[in-house]
């Protein structure tokens, strides 16, 4: 038996309709088809616990849109897992998008231990949502986030996107002001990437989205307002409230093991990288998933740990692959700290916020 809990994750690739933007594994469902990829997740579920024969301290459902499962179905998903692989104080996430019936899902939700949500505001602002193709607006997301404090769960997350067609900081200012209004813990907040095969990226030349130097600015604002509201800034994207960073996320950056069930669900075991292909079909008739070759190696965890503001601890590194950090990725920090880049001492060394601007070409520098 696996000695460290795991991450635990789950796919639902079902959504109302499609975002503009989005490049997830997503489509419109009947209640049949609903209910015949439940089960399957569910036979998975005894399968992996058969084999692994582990513990996970963290639940993520995500998608797509988990809420548009029914009552029965959710709970039956959440109490598999915590009679097969969930321990007593686990953190239970599902993403969530305001609906009619939702009050009635979360409170289901919460009747099976679920502990966290996450709600996809992206924006307050009308404009944008509409260049988005966002159809929530702010009233039902509000709405939405009474709902999940009525069921009991105070741990809730909003997504916030950046760069957006028209977006300022004073528009910006307003979606973030609006989240923390509602009382939520954590934001997530994204820089818009085109992703091909989407209608945002089809239509990309008639776009008038801001430079990279306007991008720039508006996340070092963001970073600026949301410090100046007492909330953490974890991740490159992430920010909470001290005590409410996503367990679950953390365990991706800081190259811990989880294991994904569902179409397009990506696994880390065992120093092994899987995944399930993005065809409900295959997974519906049981396909085995795909090796994605080793993971775990010192460029893999330098690249996700300086994600985190907490960067890379030398020591840490040296008791993960039995060898002290490299003196000459020493050398190439102690160089970017002097360019602003970077912030390092004697116990290790991180990205500072401008560093993160930069983070592709910066961490090109250590692996």
Known sequence: MMTKPIGLYVHIPFCEKKCSYCDFY??????TTKEAYVNA???????YREKYD????TLYIGGGTPSLLNDNQIQRLVKKARDLFLTDNAEITVEANPHSSLPEFLKAAADVGVNRLSFGLQSANEKELDFLGRSTTPKELENAV?????????????DVMLGLQGQTEETLSSTVDFALSLGVKHISAYILKLEENT?????????TLPDED??????LYLCDKLTSRNTLQYEISNFAFSGYESRHNLKYWRCEEYLGIGASAHSFIKNKRFY????????????SPVDDGDGGSEEEYIMLKLR???????????????????????????FLNEKGLVNIDESGFSLTQNGFLLSNSVICEFI
């Not at 582990?54 to 301290?57: G, M, P, Q, Y």
């Not at 399930?276 to 396909?287: E, S, T």
């Open 26 to 31: 997503s489509f419109s469902a009947d209640e």
């Open 41 to 47: 997740l569910l036979k998975r579920f005894d399968e």
């Open 54 to 57: 582990c513990k996970a301290d």
């Open 146 to 158: 009474k709902s999940a404090f009525s069921a009991g769960i105070e741990n809730v997350s909003a």
């Open 199 to 207: 209608p945002l990226y089809k239509k990309r030349e008639l776009l």
């Open 214 to 219: 306007e991008t720039a600015e508006l996340y």
């Open 276 to 287: 399930y292909p993005r065809d409900i079909g295959a997974f519906l008739n049981g396909c």
């Open 308 to 334: 985190l503001t907490e960067g890379i601890s030398f020591k840490e590194f040296e008791k993960r692959f039995s060898h002290p950090f490299d003196e000459a990725k020493k050398k190439k920090a102690r």
